[in-house]
């Protein structure tokens, strides 16, 4: 039920009470947001329960089946459902082997999640970091368009608005003429580790250069080296049209577009890392071609086949780091080494939630932009 309280001298209306549902593939991260918001709420002086966390039991039945329990009421609440689709730890035992659950079976359960719900909560707002069949976004002949449908699926469930970080493609909003959808950029957040971890490099931005390794991630290397005063190039992959491999157009050659690297400092900059194959064409590349230090910057690293290709890019000098974010599952083995860099975005996303749930603009959290010059 909506109600109205008093934040800093300012009355504030409540869609409802907070309720945050974090599924299995998600659950560090949903405690590191429940604690992060009831910090900015007691600064606030609104008064906050021990806990926003909602208990769930996921349950997977022995032929593959499952079903999603509430262990609370969540009757005229606020609910946040969040949800790691790209989380691929999580198992179960399936007609008595051990079976990884894949982005499929994660989307089902937030399904389920909302269908627990049964229309008695407020609002139900679903966040995935990661949105669901990103990749799969567009078509191009006979093929399936799975996130369109996926969006259009949830909004026909009920689902108010969707959450999601530096998807593949933003034209997917239009999916939905009804449900709200909120693409959020973790570039503030990875910008200000850097500064903090590479001080002699910002320190010395005439020698430093952003490098898209692709056309599509132009407008987001522009966006980098814009805020960051920096200069940037690209990379063009030049494709083998006349053939398919694994549904894709393999990559013949990497042809670079810009200033000479020479003795330059040089961040790459991503959206996502799936084999990490193409990235790490490139930092042979640019070492080639005489660079200095070497980063790749990136919202998601998916690793699809494992760490060994950056390990030995950094045994063998010619990465220095990798700087990826929490928004989705990262083994724990990874995260120990020494190139990779671990973004924790769990106090962004708890102010996107706060403000969401008090029905305050998100639009000065999301304007990174302006966060960004007060580091220069």
């Keep these: 039920m909506a109600y109205r309280v008093l934040i800093n001298g300012e009355e504030v209306d409540f869609t409802g ?16 947001l429940d604690k992060a918001i009831i910090e900015q709420r007691k600064k606030e002086g609104i008064p906050t329960p021990e806990t926003f966390l909602i208990e769930t039991n996921q349950i997977r039945f022995s032929n593959g089946e499952g079903k999603i329990l509430l262990n609370e009421s969540v009757r005229g609440m606020d609910v946040f459902l969040i949800s790691d689709i790209g989380n691929y730890s999580c198992t179960y035992p399936l007609y008595g082997h051990e079976n990884r659950m894949g982005p499929d079976e994660h989307y089902q359960d937030i399904k389920r999640a909302v269908s627990a719900i049964g229309g008695k909560a407020a609002r139900v707002n679903v966040v ?12 191009k002949g006979r093929e399936s368009l799975d996130c369109a449908m996926a969006l259009q699926e949830l909004e026909n469930m009920g689902v108010k ?25 973790a570039s503030y957040e990875i910008v200000k580790s850097f500064f903090e971890d590479e001080q002699d490099v910002v320190n010395d931005r005439e020698n430093l250069l952003i490098i898209s390794p692709d056309v599509g991630g132009m407008e987001r290397a522009i966006y980098y080296s814009t805020v960051m005063k ?13 053939r398919v491999v694994s549904g894709r157009n393999p990559i013949v050659q990497h042809e670079y577009l810009g200033r000479d690297v020479a003795g330059k400092n040089i961040m790459i900059i991503d959206d996502m890392i799936g084999t990490g194959e193409s990235v790490a064409e490139i930092v042979r590349e640019l070492k080639e071609r ?64 706060n403000c969401l749930n008090t029905n305050r603009s998100i639009e000065p959290i999301m304007d990174a932009t302006a966060r960004l010059k007060q580091l220069q």
């Design 17 to 32: 009470e907070l309720g945050i549902i974090a599924l299995d593939n998600c659950k560090e991260f949903g405690e590191k």
């Design 128 to 139: 995935m970091p990661m949105l669901y069949a990103s990749r799969q976004d567009r078509r």
């Design 161 to 185: 608005s969707v959450i999601t970080f530096d998807v593949h493609n933003s034209g997917v909003i239009n999916a939905s003429s009804l449900m709200s959808f909120e693409n959020i950029y």
């Design 230 to 242: 920096t200069d940037v190039g690209m990379f063009y992959k030049r494709r083998d049209y006349s």
């Design 290 to 353: 005489n660079a200095a230090k070497i980063f790749v910057a990136t919202t998601f690293a998916m690793f699809t086949k494992g760490c060994a290709t950056f390990q030995q890019l950094y045994n063998d000098g010619l990465l220095t780091a990798l700087y990826s974010t929490n928004l989705t599952y990262v083994p724990p083995e990874i995260i120990g080494t020494p190139w990779f860099k671990h973004v924790d975005m769990s106090c962004f996303a708890a102010e996107i939630v």
